[in-house]
């Protein structure tokens, strides 16, 4: 009777050994043969709220057509090219795989110079999409969403910190690029979520629709009654983590005392009591040791909401904030898309392009130091100079293109001035 | 825990193929020389051609033991881009068995082997105990690494005498552990286990006999590539083909996790037919098996890498010509054609809460590695009447080998033809009635006849292309020449019951590039054994 159990067992274990070996083997059967595939893709310019299935009313003040459209496989590091033609409908051949659909150009109306640049992310193509598979099915659609062209952006960043284990002298530079002043009273600086490029993304509940908002970690506002710190073209302000003459505490670091504001967090123990402090009006769980944002690279961004009251109150409002699916509470602000006049998104390193976290509106590429603690930044390219000699930097809302590595941090590099009410004139 | 759970268990494995061993030796009734299982394994054919462990009946073998230490030193440029180029290597080696007449004149025969080698100079593998093994999705790294690695491995065949008179059922199982470490970041800790099972039977009347066999194979194989120093940032490949491949860095925060799960099946069968007359016998096999690998980068929520479905179809011929009492002339044919799909995968991972897993949209075969060898040898055999070993034999092989890698989209071939010719004479010299002096020498000459590489990539300029794919196609469409030369020396009826020998042993090979000489210098290999022979 036992030897009937054994042999049963031993014929048991060896029929699913058997089954589970044949079920993978045909999977891999299944297989067929790569070859090349057409996809069409619609691209429509929205200037309102995208709903979560991407069905939205795109705007005719805006054509897409003669648009230049990237899709780029990271994985393979292929990338193949097109044009949008009729009906805001591009095709392409590709091989099958996973791409990133980045749209890109600008068109001028009398309101002004307008960026349409966008991108889908992770998007899969295993098949061959026709233009009538795109007229009936909005998932083969990329909202993008035209951008003024602002005059105020990031000119330098530096946030890797440098050896051994440094990481207090984190510097943001904003410049005026553009041809007129600009007030920065109100204007919101805000470090966004997730913290660190990921294939991880957070989703979102679907009252938010597609890629209106994007979710803020920490939001800092400029101080000022709304014509207090003008910023003439030309002219930067320096932005710190801690304001102070870094050289002292580790050689290799950099002197940033003379910023014309630090993002302080509390830490008693901390800070420069001579620079100003720029108050927090959204961070859901404050450090209160200080304001590190990801040496790895974080994702920033500054925005001004005009028709609204932007202080903390506002962020405490329901509808001005959301929280990841899942269990975590934790609160993120909700800046919507037209709001946002930069961003920068950092990577871990170029080859973590894939790992995009933000929308292509924001950010259409990403830029990247390459490593930790190695004392660089991350600047615009200058594209030209005014008579005054301040440099006119690269802006196509694409990191990528625009930014370059630095092997050290500058204090307004290129040549860019002080504004007139700074304290960085008197130091 | 585990890992002394699996200490636990090859010590007890290695006990009993070591106590098997033992045991059938204390049944052998002929003195035992490497020589004479030499010439042993040479006239079983059954057991040299097939993977039928039934056949070993008909082979009827008598029994022996051999128990050996060996040192390997090898050093040299010649070589494949991820093997080492300055290698030592400690190997245990024991296998023995026969006819056991205590069970009624059924075979059996064990073997155990521990391998513990220092790979020095290794590149571009930073996932694998065995990088050459046809696995191509692996991480590769740039460093000049120092590999350990140590396995276990062990095999048993069990065979019942002739039921009826006519039929024969058998099984063989091997089972392999090993683990590998390389001392350079990225640094893999790999953990490798592999289970094969092979029943099989025999149905015999007269001077006929045909069999069949089957097989299971599971391999699992394991290791995530960490950095002891996270202050210096490690850049590597994700390989998909030789030249294809997603660059980054290396780390939990990286582009690339350096993690990779490796976890094959594979099935396969056999079947055979025997012929022996009174001077001439016969076996010819044919025998089929898949092998399907999956690769992952996580336990928790796995991203399907790649898979490979290898397919291997082997035809072979082994005969024996029996001219006279003391001569014999063998021949054997083999062809061989192993055929690898590599399968990748269209996949988005799913961040929602309550899923959280990769989501595979699609898969496609993008590349194919296509190996076909035809092998031919002879060999001539000249033995003194009344004993176990020879005292002359000489052999020639050919081997004709096509090797044809391709990546579809977009398009990269590469072809490879080499034809191996080697010949050897081998001289067993016995002085008096204890002691013989076996001498072996090889010569060895790989004419490349053929070979094209087109690369059409995305990467040519990167080193993971020029120091790493191309480079192993100079060496696999290299000409080179070389020779072995052998010496073993054994003393036999060193006890009291005159059943067992000592054997000493060295073995030199020599391999010379006559192509890519900018690229590759010679190669030498030098190793000394001693053993127990009984």
């Known amino acids: 009777m036992k030897k009937i159990i054994l042999l049963s067992a031993v014929v048991c274990l060896f029929s699913c050994l058997a089954t589970s070996c044949i079920k993978m083997m045909q999977e891999a059967n299944e297989a067929e043969k790569v070859h090349m595939i057409t996809v069409s893709y619609k691209v429509n310019a929205v200037t309102g709220f995208v709903p979560y299935n991407g069905e939205a009313e795109p705007d005719p003040t805006f054509q897409t057509k003669g648009l230049e459209v990237n899709f780029i496989n990271y994985q393979e590091g292929s990338s193949f090219k097109a044009t949008v033609g009729d009906n805001n409908i591009v095709s392409c051949s590709l091989t099958p795989g996973v791409y990133a659909v980045n749209v890109s150009g600008s068109v001028t109306s009398p309101k002004g110079t307008y960026r349409l640049n966008g991108s889908s992310l992770n998007v899969p193509f295993t098949k061959d999409i026709t233009p009538e598979d795109v007229a009936s099915n909005p998932e083969y659609t990329i909202n993008i969403r035209p951008a003024k062209v602002g005059s105020v952006l990031f000119s330098e960043i530096y946030y890797c910190g440098v050896s051994p284990y440094y990481f207090r002298d984190q510097t943001y530079t904003i410049y005026n690029n553009g041809q007129e002043v600009f007030y920065l009273d109100g204007l919101c600086f805000a470090q966004l979520h997730p913290n660190i490029a990921t294939t991880n993304l957070p989703s979102w509940p679907e009252e938010d629709g597609r890629e209106n908002f994007v979710y803020g970690l920490v939001v800092w506002q400029f101080p000022g009654s709304g014509k207090q710190y003008p910023l003439k073209p030309g002219e930067a302000v320096v932005v710190a983590q801690e304001a102070i003459n870094h050289t002292v505490n580790n050689p290799a670091s950099f002197n940033n005392s003379m910023a014309e504001w630090e993002c302080w967090s509390g830490n008693a123990l901390r800070g420069n009591p001579d620079c100003p402090d720029m108050p927090y009006i959204f961070w859901w769980s404050p450090n209160k040791m200080q304001w590190l944002t990801s040496v790895f690279g974080a994702a920033f961004c500054i925005f001004r909401i005009d028709d609204a009251v932007v202080n903390k109150s506002y962020w405490e409002q329901p509808e001005n904030w959301q929280v990841v699916i899942g269990p975590s509470s934790t609160r993120y602000a909700k800046i919507p898309a037209d709001a946002v006049l930069d961003g920068v998104e950092l990577l871990t390193s170029m080859s973590a392009l894939n790992m995009k976290r933000i929308p292509g509106f924001v950010d259409a590429g990403g830029t990247s130091v390459e490593t930790t603690y190695i004392g660089k930044s991350v600047s615009r390219k200058v594209i030209g100079k005014r008579a005054d000699g301040t440099p006119i930097y690269q802006d196509t809302n694409n990191s990528t293109n625009d930014f370059q590595v630095n092997d050290s941090p500058a204090i307004r590099r290129d040549g860019q001035k002080i504004p007139s009410w700074s304290r960085a004139n008197a130091l | ?534």
Not at chain 2, 51 to 80: C, M, S
Not at chain 2, 247 to 258: R, V
Not at chain 2, 488 to 495: A, G, L, M, P, R
Not at chain 2, 506 to 529: G, Q, W
Request: proline content about 3%; glycine content about 8%; aromatic content about 14%.
């Open chain 2, 1 to 534: 825990m585990i890992t002394d759970m699996r200490k636990n268990m090859i010590k007890r494995i290695g006990c009993l193929a070591l106590l098997m061993s033992s045991c059938f030796a204390a049944m052998a009734q002929t003195p035992v020389t490497p020589a004479s299982v030499d010439r042993l394994k040479m006239e079983s054919l059954w057991l040299r051609h097939t993977n039928n462990v039934a056949g070993a009946i008909l082979d009827n073998p008598w029994h022996y033991a051999l128990t050996d230490f060996e040192y390997q030193i090898e050093k040299g440029e010649f070589k494949r881009v991820q093997s080492g180029n300055d290698n030592n290597s400690f190997r245990f080696n024991t296998e023995g068995g026969g006819i056991y007449e205590a069970l009624g004149g059924a075979y059996a025969w064990g073997e155990f082997h521990y391998d513990r080698s220092v790979l020095r100079g290794t590149k571009f593998n930073a996932s694998l105990a065995d990088p050459l093994r046809g696995m191509p999705y692996i991480i590769a790294d740039p460093n000049p690494s120092k590999w350990i690695n140590q396995n276990y491995s062990m095999q048993v065949k069990l065979a019942s005498p002739l039921i009826w008179e006519q039929l024969i059922l058998a099984v063989g199982a091997t089972y392999e552990n090993g683990i590998a470490a390389k001392q350079v970041d990225p640094r893999p800790k790999v953990l490798l286990s592999e289970l094969s099972v092979n029943p099989a039977v025999v149905w015999t009347k007269g001077r006929h006999a045909v069999g069949a066999d089957f097989v299971y194979l599971s391999h699992r194989e394991d290791g995530a590539a960490t950095n002891s120093n996270n202050r210096v940032p490690q850049m590597g490949w994700e390989m998909l083909f030789p030249g294809y491949f997603m660059e980054g860095e290396i780390s939990s925060f990286g582009s690339i996790t350096g993690l990779r799960n490796f976890n094959a099946n594979g099935l396969g069968g056999g079947l055979q037919y025997g012929y022996e007359g009174p001077k001439f016998k016969i076996v010819a096999s044919g025998k089929y098996r898949q092998t399907t690998e999956n690769v992952t980068n996580s336990y928790t929520t796995p991203k399907r890498i790649g898979t490979t479905n290898k397919k291997e179809w082997t035809a072979t011929a082994g005969a024996q010509f029996l001219i006279n009492d003391r001569n014999s002339l063998f021949a054997d044919y083999e062809y061989y054609n192993r055929n690898i799909d590599g399968i990748e995968y269209i996949q988005i991972f799913n961040p929602e809460f309550e899923v959280q897993e990769w989501i595979v949209y699609g898969k496609y075969i993008k590349s194919n590695y296509s190996t076909v060898n035809h092998n031919f040898g002879l060999d001539y055999m000249i033995w003194e009447e009344g004993c176990s070993d020879f005292s002359w034999k000489f052999g020639v092989n050919a081997q004709a080998q096509k090797l044809s890698d391709v990546y579809y989209l977009p398009e990269s071939t590469q072809e490879v033809n080499n034809l191996l010719v080697k010949a050897y004479v081998k001289k067993n010299f016995v002085f008096g009635k204890r002691s013989s002096l076996l001498l072996t020498l090889e010569g060895f000459m790989n004419k490349n006849t053929d070979a094209e590489h087109n690369y059409g990539g995305y990467y040519e300029s990167n080193v993971a292309y020029t120091q790493f794919a191309l480079l192993d196609f100079y060496y696999l469409s290299s000409s080179y020449n070389g020779f072995t030369l052998d010496a073993t020396y054994t003393i036999s009826n060193i006890d009291r019951k005159q059943r067992t020998g000592v054997y000493v042993g060295a073995s030199l090979n020599y391999v010379n590039p006559m192509s890519y000489k900018d690229y590759f210098d010679k190669r030498s290999t030098l190793l000394v054994k001693v053993g127990l022979a009984f």
